[in-house]
């Protein structure tokens, strides 16, 4: 197994998470907060992708599928296209808010296929290139693909987790 195997194998572990986290739940259900300060099903799943959608356009040096593709029309948010989620507000997190759960998992499916298409690419020696030096020590491509997997799975795990939770 090759390091883009790897990483392929994971964002896929991230897309069937993602699938089967919300698929089928209804918009009331997506939007679903265990309390005044947590994150719902869909604000996680957006969030999630959005990061991944920023970060690894950000190392191929490609486009956003979220403004690329129109996905940030689609989704009507409001607050600008470049918004990912970090740092929102329970406000913000309570804007987010989606007519179906096919919306979520059809921007998650785009980034996936641009994610995969790109670490595919990827041999041992790209896995060295410093993406970020704003932090020390700066961080590698590798570092930044292990922690969007990392983040990712995280915060799909948490929607799942909510998903048990609905009434």
Not at 27 to 35: C, F, I, S, Y
Request: proline residues 4%; negative net charge; glycine residues 8%.
């Amino acid at each position: 197994m090759t390091s883009a195997d790897l990483l392929v194998d994971a964002f896929g572990r991230i897309r069937e998470i993602v699938h089967r986290a919300v698929g089928g739940l209804t918009p009331e259900q997506l939007a679903h907060r265990v309390n005044g300060e947590a994150n719902s099903i869909a604000w996680l799943v957006w969030h999630l992708t959005r990061i991944q959608d920023d970060h690894i356009a950000e190392a191929a040096a490609v486009p956003q599928v979220w403004t690329a593709k129109g996905w940030d029309e689609r989704f009507g948010l409001p607050f600008g296209p470049a918004q990912t989620g970090y740092g929102h507000s329970s406000e913000q997190v309570e804007a987010v808010r989606v007519d179906s759960w096919e919306l979520l998992t059809g921007y998650h499916d785009a980034v996936h296929e641009q994610t995969v298409a790109y670490v595919e690419t990827l041999g041992d020696a790209d896995l060295e290139r410093i993406v970020d030096r704003s932090w020390d020590p700066p961080v590698t491509l590798g570092v930044r693909l292990v922690s969007v997997v990392s983040d990712d799975l995280q915060h799909a795990g948490q929607a799942g987790f909510i998903r048990g939770l609905l009434p």
